[in-house]
């Protein structure tokens, strides 16, 4: 649910930030404009979660190597003493 919402969101304000680039510049047709508004915020939405999930996967592996350094540095005290 959560995903879904954020989802939309996303895609919305990739659509809103699109829109706003082309009023400014008015460089496409209206058509033309709006479709690929559609097509970027589709992209958004279905590519978000991999980018969150690479994201919080590479904060994991640095946490968890953290902890295995600690490891090695508390077995390698008690084994110098």
Known sequence: ???NLLSAAASGLLVFVYLLIW???K???DVTA????????AVGGLLWPVVIGMLLVRRRRGKRD???QKEVDRQ??????
Do not use: S
Not at 76 to 81: D, N, R, S, T, V
């Open 1 to 3: 649910m959560i995903r």
């Open 23 to 25: 009023g400014a510049t």
């Open 27 to 29: 460089f496409a047709p």
């Open 34 to 41: 709006f479709a690929i508004a559609g097509v970027v915020a």
């Open 66 to 68: 953290e902890e295995i």
């Open 76 to 81: 390698l005290a008690e084994k110098g003493q």
